[in-house]
C-alpha cells in the first residue's frame, strides 16, 4: 500500500515541534526524571488547544494516533495530570519566547494594526452569577497583528478596564523592531502614543477624534488603502475565537493569560503553514 501523505495535523505537529526545540530545552532540570522532554510538552499543551479539546480527551485521542505520537517521538502516553502540571509550570515568558520564534518563517512586512476584544472567561456559572448578582468581567485582549500574513506579533491581557491609549505604548515599544506602521482606530487617538511611534520611526495610522475641521482634515489625509489593512486586526480575533474558542477554560487569571498566547501561538503555527502551502511547500 502506497504511503499516506502527511495530514494538515501531522504538519502542525511537525512545526510545532521545530519552535519548540528552537524555545526550549529538553528538561527542566538534570533532576528531571526524564520521561518526557519539555518539548513534548509543549507541542501538546499547543495541540490541545488546536483540537479545543480537554487533557483527559487528549490523552485519549493520542493512543490513536500512532503518526503523531512518532512525531513527537513519544515511547508512552503522559497522564492528564502531567500536562496539566506542565502547563502550570511553563511560565508567560517560556510562551512569549515561542511566540517570537513562531513568527521567523513568515513575511512580515512591517505593516501592524493594533486592536482589542474581549474573552469570556466560562469557568463561572451563569446560573450563580445570576443569583449572586455577581459581574464576571471579559479579559480584555490587544493583538498586534501583522496584516501581510495575519500572524499575531504581540498579545497584551488585563481583568481590568484600562484605557487602549493606556496599553498601546507599552505594546509598541515591546514591539518598535517589527513595526514601520501601525493602524489603529479612534480609541488610540492618544497624543503620547502618536509620540512613543515617532521616537521609534514608526508612522502612525490612527484616525483623530473628530472635534474640529482640522481633525476633518488629517483623516482625510490618511492612506485610505494602509487603513484599511486595520481591518485585518479583527479577522484575526475573529478567527481565534471560531478556531478555538471565544473563552478561556482555566480559573486563575495567570493561567487566563498564558492560555490565550498560546491560541496566538497555535495561530501563528498554521499561517505558517498556510504561507508555507502558497509558497510551493507540503501540501
Not at 21 to 39: D, E, I, N
Not at 47 to 67: F, Q, W
Not at 231 to 250: D, H
Amino acid at each position: 500500500m502506497d504511503a499516506l501523505p502527511k495530514s494538515r495535523l501531522l504538519r502542525f505537529v511537525e512545526r510545532a515541534m521545530v519552535v519548540a526545540r528552537r524555545a526550549v530545552a529538553r528538561f527542566s532540570s538534570r533532576y528531571s526524571r526524564k520521561r518526557f522532554t519539555l518539548r513534548q510538552h509543549v507541542v501538546l499543551l499547543c495541540l490541545k488547544v488546536k483540537k479545543t479539546t480537554t487533557y483527559r480527551d487528549l490523552v485519549d485521542e493520542l493512543i490513536e494516533m500512532p503518526r503523531i505520537r512518532d512525531a513527537l517521538d513519544l515511547d508512552s502516553i503522559p497522564a492528564p495530570s502531567t500536562l496539566c502540571k506542565a502547563f502550570d509550570r511553563l511560565e508567560m515568558a517560556v510562551w512569549r519566547v515561542l511566540l517570537n520564534i513562531s513568527l521567523a518563517d513568515l513575511p512580515l512586512n512591517g505593516v501592524t494594526s493594533i486592536d482589542a476584544s474581549g474573552f469570556e472567561r466560562a469557568h463561572a456559572s451563569t446560573h450563580y452569577t445570576k443569583r449572586t448578582n455577581l459581574t464576571i468581567r471579559q479579559l480584555k485582549t490587544t493583538l498586534l497583528v501583522d496584516t501581510a500574513t495575519n500572524a499575531v506579533l504581540d498579545i497584551h491581557v488585563t481583568t481590568t478596564r484600562k484605557l487602549d491609549t493606556q496599553i498601546a505604548p507599552q505594546v509598541v515599544k515591546r514591539n518598535a523592531a517589527s513595526i514601520a506602521i501601525l493602524a489603529g482606530d479612534k480609541g488610540y487617538d492618544d497624543q503620547t502614543l502618536r509620540q512613543v511611534t515617532w521616537n521609534h520611526d514608526i508612522r502612525p495610522l490612527i484616525k483623530h477624534r473628530e472635534f474640529t475641521s482640522l481633525h476633518k482634515a488629517w483623516n482625510a489625509r490618511l492612506d485610505s488603502d494602509l487603513y484599511r489593512r486595520r481591518n485585518m486586526n479583527e479577522t484575526v480575533n475573529a478567527a481565534i475565537k471560531q478556531k478555538f474558542g471565544a473563552f478561556v477554560r482555566s480559573r486563575r487569571w495567570w493561567k487566563q493569560f498564558r492560555e490565550l498566547v498560546i491560541k496566538c501561538l497555535v495561530h501563528n503555527l498554521e499561517r505558517s503553514l498556510d504561507v508555507s502551502h502558497e509558497d510551493g511547500g507540503c501540501p
